[in-house]
């Protein structure tokens, strides 16, 4: 460890660490736009200046080696004015935007300014870039807003592979813009929209839906693959739940943003991440329970299901490699040794979908297929074998395949195929319940409630223990 001292304070860095590094480390702020942890270093903003060892000339923390007896001053008057120039020639000619900006609340620029900037300066006449450029079917690029720090270039570059950007032109004119193509077509390509560090790349998907203030970020896990990324799933915030016009917009999920979980996807996810509300709101929700496709009551329904299985003489359970492990667990406690019980995966990937990469994206388009192989020993489903009754938990099952069997289906959306199940049992969503999947490399990612359940609908869990 290098010992080193930052406004008289001694704090460690480790060999070859940064000053800026080591100073965020140690909750000291230095302000910075171009450095990013997960990528190379740019140093081109410079409002990280800071000074050394007293030395008039003063040097980018984000690229600047600490080494033992440094003495860093992020305080004194020298760094206040270069702050101050360097938030001058941002803001002089980025536009007064903020108003109607969806960055705003969560801007760099915008809390820089406040914290380091100066009084308002300047009447020049602005400098006008393509506004609301489209640089994909997913984003817009404003370039009047871009402070060109680069880091949305470096991503497509270091991380996601894609060079689908580039800065061009130079001077006054430089800017942001796709490169090669007329395509920006990259699976991991909404993760510059929050890397960048101000409001110049917008995603079409939130676009003036909220201002951010209003939302608030649950923790939970994408389903989409068994990587079982983090991710955080915006909804309205309690205290604004009350003020709400539309009722509709307290269920409703926002945006989705990474997590970010250096043991599992560091801070990025895929574009079918970021697009989690959607695949849950695809398909219409299952919401009543049904027996003969006649509504029924949630207990009526899990009574005629306990009579169904008391009768049967050899029943089976298909599982669901969505399930969350407690209620994987919770069915082996109710029916291990009664029960036949195949494993199998509810999903395939989709038509146009990356199947495999070497970033996140698994093959394997389920979230727990590692929870219930830990649980269950792997049995495929053999319609040989003459199951009399089948509970199928979860999509994706062809209930033509199941024979003659008296059909007891839990799912969380509608069933619009030929063959309709005996019992249908409406369970709750990943989104309305606790729990934890198991990801391809055996690692265990917790998910917290976002929206409580509607009322007829059971956690398969509950449904479990009442057999
Ligand atoms: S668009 Fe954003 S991330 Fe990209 S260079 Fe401009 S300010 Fe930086
Ligand atoms: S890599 Fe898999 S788990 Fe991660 S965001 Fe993409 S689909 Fe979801
Ligand atoms: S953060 Fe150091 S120059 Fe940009």
């Not at 407690?326 to 995966?345: H, M, P, S, V």
Request: hydrophobic share 35%; glycine share 6%; aromatic share 8%.
């Amino acid at each position: 460890m290098v010992e080193l001292r930052i406004d008289n304070r001694v704090i460690e860095a480790f060999e070859g660490e940064t000053v800026l590094r080591a100073a965020l480390r140690n909750g000291i702020e230095i302000p910075h736009f171009c450095y990013h942890p997960c990528l190379s270093i740019a140093g081109n903003c410079r409002i990280c200046l800071v000074q050394v060892n007293s030395r008039p000339k003063l040097a980018p923390s984000c690229n600047l080696p600490a080494t033992p007896g440094m003495e860093i001053n992020t305080q004194c008057e020298p760094v206040r004015l270069a702050r101050h120039a360097a938030l001058q020639f941002l803001t002089l000619n980025h536009p007064v935007d903020c108003g109607i900006c969806d960055k705003a609340g969560e801007c760099q620029l915008q809390n820089y300014q406040v914290k380091y900037g100066d009084e308002p300066f300047g009447i020049d006449p602005k400098n006008h870039k393509p506004k609301f450029y489209n640089l994909s079917d997913r984003i817009l690029l404003d370039n009047e807003r871009c402070i060109l720090c680069g880091r949305c270039v470096r991503f497509t570059r270091e991380v996601s592979g894609s060079f689908g950007l580039g800065i061009v032109e130079r001077g006054r004119r430089s800017r942001v813009e796709r490169l090669n193509s007329e395509v920006f077509d990259d699976p991991y390509s909404d993760n510059i929209i929050h890397l960048c560090p101000v409001g110049a790349l917008l995603s079409r998907d939130f676009l003036y839906k909220s201002r951010v203030w209003f939302l608030e970020p649950i923790r939970s896990v994408c389903p989409g693959c068994s990587r079982c990324c983090s991710v955080n799933v915006w909804k309205r915030a309690k205290h604004w739940q009350f003020r709400s016009l539309d009722e509709e917009k307290n269920r409703m999920i926002f945006r989705i943003t990474p997590f970010d979980n250096p043991d599992i996807n560091g801070p990025w996810i895929c574009n079918k991440g970021f697009d989690l509300h959607k695949i849950q709101t695809s398909k219409p929700r299952a919401l009543t329970p049904l027996i003969k496709e006649e509504a029924a009551s949630i207990e009526d329904a899990i009574r005629e299901t306990v009579r169904l299985i008391s009768h049967a003489r050899k029943p089976a359970i298909l599982l669901s490699s969505y399930a969350s492990n407690e209620e994987l667990a919770a069915c082996k406690i109710a029916l291990d040794g009664k029960f036949d019980i195949y494993t199998r995966q509810d999903f395939q990937a989709g038509s146009g979908e990356t199947l495999e990469d070497d970033i996140l994206i698994k093959y394997d388009k389920n979230p727990n297929t590692a929870g219930a192989l830990a649980l269950f020993e792997p049995r495929k489903w053999n319609p040989l074998v003459g199951h009399d009754t089948v509970i199928v938990w979860g999509d994706g099952v062809d209930f033509s395949t199941l024979g003659t069997s008296a059909i007891i289906h839990l799912t969380n959306f509608e069933n619009h195929g030929e063959k309709k199940a005996d019992i249908i049992i409406p369970i709750s969503t990943f989104l309305e319940r606790k729990g934890s999947f198991t990801n391809f490399e055996g690692k265990t990612n917790h998910f917290e409630k976002v929206f409580d359940k509607p009322a007829d609908v059971i956690h398969a869990a509950d449904f479990f223990e009442r057999l």
